[in-house]
């Protein structure tokens, strides 16, 4: 836990930093040497403010770099906290309830399945008018 401060307070002193146009590039350096977690990074707001620095003209490429390497390191941490395909086989195998088995009954037969009735069909057309004579039934004639 100590070491999670410890890297809190190293990023917020590099962040200090890249506010000073002399120190972007001391700070953005610093930066890439380390790789904070994801925790980190949304706590802090540091790549925020390493995205804002992506139009400099002298320091925009080492931004961008910055921010490809913290991406990548994202990545690899998600994929390792993905589960394999076959590692919910084994829990799911364990979980299996099994019924007791009694040799003094023959086993209960199964009710056979009954069909339900066929459902009539939807009508989706619009109720056909009455004809008429030409003449409204609201008008007198």
């Known amino acids: 836990m100590s070491s999670n401060l410890f890297e809190l307070k190293e990023i917020q002193k590099y962040m200090d930093q890249l506010k000073h146009e002399r120190k972007i590039g001391h700070a953005l350096r610093k930066l890439h040497c380390q790789t904070p977690s994801a925790a ?52 799911l195998l364990l979980r299996v309830k099994q019924e007791p088995i009694s040799f003094d009954a023959p086993p209960a037969a199964k009710k056979p399945k009954t069909s339900a009735p066929a459902a009539a069909p939807l009508t989706t057309s619009a109720p056909v008018p009455e004809e008429t004579d030409g003449r409204d039934a609201k008008s007198p004639g």
């Not at 620095?53 to 991406?71: I, T």
């Open 40 to 91: 980190v990074l949304v706590e802090t707001g540091v790549e925020k403010v390493v995205h804002d620095l992506l139009g400099h003209s002298e320091h925009g490429l080492v931004a961008r770099l910055l921010l490809g390497k913290w991406k990548a390191a994202a990545s690899e941490a998600a994929k390792s906290r993905k589960r394999p395909a076959n590692a919910m086989a084994a829990p």
